[in-house]
């Protein structure tokens, strides 16, 4: 029904060297009962052994992260697309929060002359 949640989720590999997400939230069924799953719970992924080791190696190095970005339905079964990212540096989200100020500002300055 689309009711899915990406945002803020992250991929997570344990001691088992299972793979699971983190901070998706997946809305409870409307018409179930008492019954229905924690909407964070954290969710296994399927994957070949081979391919968590691989993606385990390459979390080890720094600063890298697992994200989910896309979920989709291929037959019964519910597929995702995972990516490899780097978190932003802390003069990355400086940068970025003066270029909002500046369009809001440019926003407001336009709104104010077209009002007259």
Do not use: W
Not at 4 to 16: G, R, T
Not at 52 to 69: A, D, N, S, W
Not at 90 to 107: F, N, Q, S, T, V
């Amino acid at each position: 029904m689309g009711k899915v949640n990406l945002k803020e989720s992250y991929c997570e590999i344990d001691d088992k060297g299972e793979m699971y997400i983190l901070g998706m939230h997946i809305s409870p069924y409307e018409k179930g009962n008492i019954f229905n799953r924690d909407p964070l719970r954290p969710k296994k992924l399927l994957m070949h052994r081979r391919e968590i080791m691989k993606l385990l190696g390459v979390v080890k190095q720094k600063g890298l992260t697992l994200i989910p970005l896309d979920m989709y339905l291929k037959g019964q079964r519910v597929k995702v697309t995972i990516a490899v990212a780097r978190g932003k540096k802390l003069y990355d989200k400086r940068d970025d929060a003066a270029k909002r100020d500046a369009g809001r500002m440019i926003e407001r300055t336009l709104k104010e002359r077209n009002s007259y």
